[in-house]
Each structure stands twice: as C-alpha cells, then as structure tokens.
C-alpha cells in the first residue's frame, strides 16, 4: 500500500472503497439500503432542465414589446409543438398578417412585455447515475444519490483523462519497464481494460480505440501526445468530461516512467476481474484522483469481517521506502537513511527540509522532504 | 490594542502572525502555519486555525488559547488583543457578473467583483455574441457562489438588464456550495428597473439591491456593491464552509476574502505615502495583480495562471515560445513539456537543481507578464464617455479606455507569492519582476517577505496604525531601484545608451556609461538612499524625453539600484545560442545564479 506524502495516492490489495454516487439536480432514488448491485445497474434518475430558446417576438411581429401578450396564442406554462403558430398580428388586411411559430417542441417559459422576448423550453432531458461499482448500498441520500461500499483492489493513479468506465482486466506487457505498442493491442482486448508498462504513445491510443479497448492503465506518457489525444493544450488538471472514446490513467507522471513494481504485480494478480475505472483528476485543494477499483468477492459483495488495508496515517521514518518524484532522481526507487531535523541547502541554494535517500546499489542521494512520496515495502 | 493575532486560510495553508507593540511600535514577532482543515476529514477550518495558533504559542510562549477559546484581553505573557482573519479556503468567492454592454457595465460590474477578492468566472453581456440559449446553458452549468447583475445607467435602457434578468431567471442556476439554498444575486444596475427585476429573481433567488455600479456613464460607483459581496460572501458563501460559523464568532472584525484584504493594504500604502503602486501576489493556482493610482483600485485575478496547479496553463496561455525564450540554456521541447506537466500533477515538490530553479523562474516570468497584460487591459478608464478637452490635452494621444496602468508613474512593484518571496537569491525576485513587468524610468521594486499582507490588509480596518507599521517594517523587503528605458526605446547592441552619476551616501561619486542591451548593477543597502541623475544618448528616453537628462533621489534595496539599458520591450536575440548567452550575461550582471 502506497501513501503519497503530499499528493495522497494509494494502491492497496484488499480494502474497503466507498463511492458516492449523486445526481447533478434533485431526482429520485431507485434503490434501497442494503440492495447488492452490479456496476451496470441505475440507482437514481432526474430529468435536467431542457434547453432555453429565446426568440425576439415583437422584432418578428413588427409590435411593441407592452403589446407582446395580446398577440400571443399561447401563455406561460403552455406546451408547443415544433412550427406550431405561438403569436400573430391581427391586421385588417390578411395579406399583412405576421405569424410566430415555434422553432421547438416544448413549453413556453416566459413572455416579457419589457424585452418583447418569448422564451421557450425544450422538454427535460432524463439521465441516470449507475452504481460504478459491484458492491452494497450502504447509505441512500434522499433525492440526491447513494453511497456505494464494496472491498477491492484500489489503486489511485496520478492523472488520467476520460471518465468512467467498467471491463474486464487484461496485462498486456509482460514487464512494468515495457512500452505498450501498437502489436501487443489484440482484438481480445475488446471492451477490456488493459495495462501497460512504462509509456504509451498517441498512434497506439488510437489503435487501441479501434480495437473497442475501454480503458489503459500505463505508467507514463508525453504531454505532446496529450495534447493530440485531446486536440488542445490541458491547462488545468481538472478532467474526467473527455469525450475521446476512452479512458486513460497513468500511474506514474510525464515522460516514459516505468510502473511502480507493486502496482503492475498487484494489477496483474487480479487478471480477468471486473474492473471500475474512472480517468476524472482534479488537482486543487480537495484533490481527485483517477481510480482503479477491482470488488472482491463479486457475489456476495461482503464487505465486514475482512483483514483490510489501510492507508500510512503516520510520519516518516528511518527505513521507510520511498519514491521520489521530481528531478533529479525522478521515479527512482529507495529507503530512508536519515531524516535530519535542520533544514539544509539544496543545489538551488534554497535552505530546505531533507531526508537522505539509499538506493538498492547502495548510493546515496539527498532530497526535499516535499520530492518524495512514501510508498509500502 | 497591543497584542494581535491574524490568519489567513488559504486553499491549503493556514498561516498565523503575531503582532506585538514594543518599545511603542507594533511588530510581527512570531508566525506559525499548519494544514487548512476545510476539506475531509476534517471539515472544520477552525482546526487548522488551532493548530497554527499552537506552533505560535510554542514559538512565542505567550499563551494564546485555553482549551478552544482564544483568551483576551491579552496580560502580561497571556492572550491577545484581538484576532483577525482573511479566507481562501475552498476557492474563495466565484462569482458571475452580467451587464447590459460589455465594455461599459459589464466591465464595470467585473471591476467591482474583482475589487471585493472574488474569482470572476464568466461576464455575461448583451451584447457578448453569444446566442441567448448560449448565455443561458452557461449561467446553469457554472454555478458561482453569487452573481452580480448590473445594466444601465440610473434612467437608462431598462430592457437589456431585465433581459439578463430573464435569462438568470430561465438558468434557475444553484449555488456552488448547498444543494438546497438560493443564489445570491445581487442587483447594482438603474433603478428604473428595480421593480421589474425583483417581479422576474425574487422567486429564484436571494436577491439583493444596491446602488447602481455605473450611475451615469462618466461616474462609476464600485464601493456599495463591494460592500455588498463582501456581506454576502460572509453570510452566504461563508456560512456554508465547514467551521466557518464557528470562526466568524471568534474575529474581532468581519472575515474577508484573502484578495480584498491585500487589495485594502495596498490602497493604505499608496494612500499614506502618495505613491503609485502595483502589486502582484503569483500563488500555485492564480496570479492577482493590484495597482493604484491616485485615486483608482483596481485588481485582477489570473485565475489560472500559477506556478503548480496552473502551471500547464501558463504554457498554454503564453505558448511554448515565450518560455522558451527566458531559458537559460537548451533544453528539449518535449522534455520542457513533460517536466511542466509532472509539476502540475505533483504540485507541493520543488525544484532540488539550479536547472530546474531557472524553468521554474523562466515559467514565472511568463505567468507575471500574461496577469499584468489582462491587469492593463482591465484596469482602463471608463469607456463610452463623452469627454471635454481642454487644449493641453486635444495635443495628447489620451483615448478613453487606455490602461490606467502608466509604468512610467509607477513609484513602487511589490512582488508576492512562493516564486518571489522565497527565491534563494534576492536578485532572482528583482530580474523575475523586471523582466516581466519591464518597469520604465525610476520604480522601487519589493517583495512581501512571508505573505502577510492579507492579515495586515484586514487588520488595516481595525487598526490602520499597527497594520502600516509592520507593513513597512516587516513585511516589505526592499530590493532596490530600477533604472530602465520608456515603452518604444529600442536600439543596436552596443550603441552607446545611457551615462550615469550616482552621489551615493557615503559621499563618493560613481560616474559610468552604459551600452544598450546591458544590465548593471551598484549596490545601495536597504534603508539607504542616493541621487542619481541619468543622461540619455540622444535616442533614448529615461522618462524626461530623448536625450533628456533626469535627477531624482533613488533608495536601496538588498540588491541595490539596478540600471537596465536592455530596451523596453527588452530585445532578446532572435537566435537560440546567442539569446543563452544573453541571458545567462544578465543573470550573471546581477548575480543570480552561483558560478
């Protein structure tokens, strides 16, 4: 298990995941405490306000805006069909008659005898929250949503695009230094999720999404091909709402970054398993991460009396492993040597506070307490 | 009042100072942050208030809180006098603003969100291009925390601010924070529509009414609709974070937004000293740059353009080139991409090399240039104005809208945030401001030495005395004076530019040249001051005209007076390898980096 120092990622085997799963506006919750529900399965519904369409009616009808109601054939709160006639002039010659027809079906909202604007209202749209995961309601918010629980494997990566997604779990590199090509995409990865190694490029993304793959799971990838996946430069980590017809979750950062052992070897342990993805990231106070949940027990969905783990709640110690991730040691792997109390000057000259950091060779390097990430032996 | 406590929550830290009054004069003595706790699990901000004032108390050993209660009045080495507070927590104030023309009352109600420390998330204005639906589909989906409708001048058109009306009525749109309470809306346009206006929101919204933020086109009137966010940001916006209730009944004067205090600061010091000022605090997320001249407030906020979370969007904003030409040395584009993009999502690291130090301050140059281009452009004066000329000014090239923001009557930049204020040089901050903001003439240029200007700004509403005081003597770090060419000096390398005397306060006289394209510094300590009279070549400006020579008494800094001869807009090589060298000569000139 793996508890970030300050960006608070974890990858755990075996742990309780609850999610929240609420509609955008008031609705109705279709499901009760306690039901055991799939992924697939819809547990509230609303209906979204339609589309406001606003037409300058006394322009149209050549009359003054105090006028506009006299001329009306319908009022507020009316239902109007598509071309239907909704106001006309009354002239003593016919010929002059102008008429206003609906350019939608729907209601009309409001009628303004100050603007001479007629606005209108689309029918409301029906959407639905599915339960994301397989597992239990354990908690109902009324009119707003669920709470989901379930025990799984749970992985945070650090940034993904696209959003949810659900699919068997496939590895398709044999080692996490492995780059994912194009030749390891194979039409059995239909509608599954795959994982990579260390780096994926933007043609193997988009071979990928013609093989019907529903989500990657790679360590590191470039920002240029981001930004040709996306067709524009991210400027702020706030996704999720990618239409890109997939989703991405790199565990590791930008550039090629090989997988951290212990997620590649904890993805591959649960091969073939029903897996939940969500590509969502934003990164701002309340940060969110991208996640990776893979239930247990998918027919009983148990979620009590199990051993679980639970993520570092304590400081750092000598001994500890860590990653660190930033330059110039970005990625590397090792233990805590010491832990010195005063701050100490780094290479910028800023005076900061440090650990020392050994590695498996037995080389040492010193870094920013703030540049490393604590992660589980 | 001789023993104030004051936070300032931010997003993500809360920083605590205490202030003392010795020997006569208030000064900040001890500081102490933690954590802010508005989010899981603790959601209660009040903790990490607690927990800031307990390192305080460690550090100070003056004893502060019993159990949960601030104790006061303060006696002998117990309690204090009052506490104050500023907030961002939780993204601060968002706000929309709406108004019928978008260079006239839009732009004014914009000003007046901008003013009272808000975030402005969208203008909407009739005539904004966008389709009614358009405007409508984005008022519902952006939920703000309020939004400020204005429109008209008093006995104006009445139809396209009830028009904005109709549409917010239409969006129905829903506070950011609590699913169950009405927006706030604040109404600040004629009040020949008010009437009409509370027929269509009062329904559908909280809905306030003020004084109209633009009375007639020649005046705007900003103050009363800022006091009136400020008072719903507190009751609405406030009440609904986690602890803040909590918190608001321990201050001994209303909580503000962390912005609007820096902002009142700015405007004691510019007021006190009858200075000019501009001031830009660069966070992770946002850069906010205040001037005042005279006068005129005004404020921006940039609110994605920081040096963490925003980091990718200065690159996208600014494009990959303008970064590119601030760098040092040479370095692979998609190398420079992807270490930006690893900064973004691993926000809180820092740079551990001296090449990454200098992307880090190459980025920043760009993120301070792109806010102060969208300050300029905001803090203007009020178009659609009929004016009068008299004959001096039919000579000038003055059109109604032109930036306020003169550089050449600028009498002070004060620099804030992470990337300024703990630079490991000194003179680092000093080249980042001037290459980004590129004074012209004679400015003083400062930093905040440890971001407490929000707690001094809320503190200026209880007590002025003690706020300007520490100001001065502990916030403010000095770094000397600018000497630089006016807009539109450009030249030849190595054309002979400027020649100098500075009678320095030692009694000795420095008398040099310099060539055009160079950066020279002479070192002038912080308190002291000397009189420098600058002779231009005949092609260049200093600020008197070409070739017009200027006297005028200069102070020192930690850096000193710094005489920049590099052109405004600074000309940089066209080519690679020569602009390195470039920059890497100035860095040196200035002492910026180690060897």
Not at chain 1, 7 to 13: C, F, N, S, T, V
């Amino acid at each position: 298990m793996t508890h970030a120092y300050t960006p608070g990622l974890r990858i755990a085997e075996r742990t309780k995941v609850t999610s929240q799963r609420v509609l955008p506006l008031l609705g109705d919750v279709i499901v009760k405490k306690g039901d055991v529900l799939k992924a697939e399965d819809v547990v509230a519904r609303t209906h979204l306000p339609g589309k406001v369409h606003a037409i300058n009616a006394v322009n149209r009808l050549g009359i003054q805006p105090k006028d506009l109601r006299e001329y009306m054939l319908k009022k507020e709160g009316d239902s109007v069909r598509k071309d239907e006639p909704i106001a006309e002039t009354k002239p003593w010659v016919k010929m002059l008659k102008a008429v206003l027809h609906s350019p939608i079906t729907g209601t009309i909202e409001s009628i303004s005898a100050v603007t001479g604007q007629v606005l209108l209202r689309e029918p409301p749209k029906p959407i639905q929250v599915h339960a994301h995961i397989d597992g239990t309601v354990i908690e109902v918010m009324e009119k707003e949503g669920v709470v989901m629980e379930t025990t799984a494997t749970f992985i945070q990566g650090i940034f993904g695009v696209g959003g949810e997604t659900v699919g068997e779990l496939a590895i398709a590199v044999n080692k996490p230094d492995d780059i994912l090509t194009a030749d390891r995409i194979l039409p059995a990865h239909k509608d599954k999720i795959i994982v990579g190694g260390s780096f994926i490029q933007h043609d193997v993304i988009d071979k990928a999404k013609k093989t019907g793959v529903r989500g990657i799971i790679v360590g590191g990838f470039d920002d240029e091909d981001l930004k040709k996946l996306l067709g524009y430069d991210l400027g702020v980590a706030i996704t999720g709402s990618e239409e890109i017809g997939i989703t991405l979750i790199i565990t590791e950062g930008f550039g090629k970054i090989q997988m951290a052992q212990r997620t590649f070897e904890l993805l591959k342990s649960r091969t073939g398993a029903k897996t939940s993805i969500n590509g969502a990231t934003q990164i701002r106070a309340g940060v969110v991460r991208p996640e990776i949940i893979i239930p247990h027990n998918t027919t009983t969905n148990k979620t009590s009396g199990e051993e679980l783990d639970k993520p570092i709640d304590r400081g750092m110690e000598i001994g500890d492993p860590v990653r660190i991730i930033r330059v110039p040691y970005f990625g590397k792997i090792g233990k805590i040597k010491s832990l010195p109390f005063t701050p100490q000057k780094v290479e910028t000259e800023a005076t900061v506070r440090i650990l020392d950091v050994e590695f498996p060779d037995g080389s040492t390097a010193t870094v920013p307490r703030t540049n490393i990430e604590m992660i589980e032996a | 009042m001789n023993v104030i406590i004051a936070t300032d929550c931010g997003s993500t830290t809360t920083k605590a100072i205490l202030i003392e009054k010795k020997d006569g004069v208030y000064r900040q003595t001890f500081r102490g942050e933690s954590p802010t706790t508005v989010e899981a699990p603790f959601e209660d901000v009040t903790r990490g208030v607690l927990n800031a004032f307990a390192e305080v108390e460690e550090l100070s050993g003056r004893k502060i809180l019993d159990g949960e209660k601030i104790i006061t009045p303060a006696q002998g080495n117990i309690g204090v006098d009052i506490y104050v507070s500023t907030s961002s927590a939780g993204g601060g104030l968002q706000m929309m603003v709406a108004g019928a023309v978008k260079t006239m009352t839009a732009e004014s109600a914009q000003r007046a969100a901008l003013g009272a420390g808000a975030i402005v998330m969208d203008v909407i204005a009739s005539n904004d291009q966008r389709l009614p639906h358009e405007k409508i589909d984005r008022i519902r989906h952006l939920r703000p925390d309020m939004i400020l409708l204005s429109g008209g001048t008093d006995g104006g058109t009445v139809t396209h601010v009830v028009e904005l009306a109709e549409y917010i009525s239409a969006a129905n749109p829903k506070p950011r924070l609590g699913m169950t309470f009405q927006l706030p809306v604040i109404y600040a346009g004629n009040k020949e529509a008010r009437e009409k206006i509370k027929e269509i929101l009062s329904k559908k919204a909280a809905l306030n009414i003020t004084d109209n933020i633009r009375p007639t086109l020649e005046r705007e009137n900003l103050f009363p609709a800022r006091q009136e966010i400020q008072k719903l940001f507190l009751e609405h916006v406030m009440a609904q974070a986690p602890g803040y209730k909590k918190l608001m009944s321990w201050t001994g004067a209303p909580i503000m937004p962390t912005p609007g205090a820096v902002g009142l600061i700015m405007q004691t010091i510019a007021r006190k000293n009858n200075i000019n000022v501009v001031g830009v605090d660069i966070g992770g997320a946002t850069t906010d740059v205040f001037s005042v001249y005279g006068e005129i407030f005004n404020r921006t906020v940039s609110a994605n353009l920081g040096m963490s979370y925003s980091i990718s969007n200065v690159l996208a904003e600014a494009g990959l080139e303008n970064i590119l030409r601030w760098m040092p040395f040479d370095i692979d584009e998609s190398d420079l991409r992807n270490r930006i993009k690893n900064k973004m999502i691993r926000p809180t690291t820092i740079p551990q090399t001296l090449e990454e130090l200098k992307i880090e301050q190459a980025i920043s140059r760009e993120a301070l240039r792109v806010s102060f281009e969208q300050h300029k452009s905001l803090a203007v004066g009020l178009k659609g104005v009929q004016r009068e000329r008299d004959i001096s000014e039919a000579f000038k090239q003055e059109v109604p809208g032109e930036t306020l923001v003169d550089m050449l009557k600028l009498d002070l930049l004060v620099g804030s945030g992470g990337v300024l204020s703990h630079a490991p040089r000194r003179s680092q901050a000093m080249l980042m401001m001037i290459d980004a903001f590129q004074p012209e003439g004679i400015t003083r240029i400062a930093v905040d030495s440890i971001f407490m200007m929000p707690h001094l700004g809320v503190l200026s509403t209880v007590n002025e005395q003690a706020a300007t005081e520490v100001f001065e003597k502990d916030c403010l770090i000095h770094l000397g004076t600018c000497v630089s060419l006016v807009k539109g000096n450009t030249g030849k390398l190595q054309e002979k530019c400027i020649s100098y005397k500075i009678a320095m306060p030692d009694g000795n006289k420095i008398e040099e040249s310099l060539l055009y394209g160079e950066l020279r510094v002479r070192p002038l300590g912080i308190d002291q001051t000397a009189e420098i009279e600058v002779l231009p070549a005949k092609n260049f400006d200093v600020g008197a005209g070409k070739g017009k020579p200027i006297i005028k008494k200069i102070f020192g800094g930690v850096v000193g007076i710094v005489i920049d001869t590099r052109g405004k807009p600074i000309t940089l090589a066209k080519d690679k390898a020569s602009r390195v060298k470039q920059l890497q000569q100035w860095a040196k000139a200035i002492d910026a980096y180690p060897e």
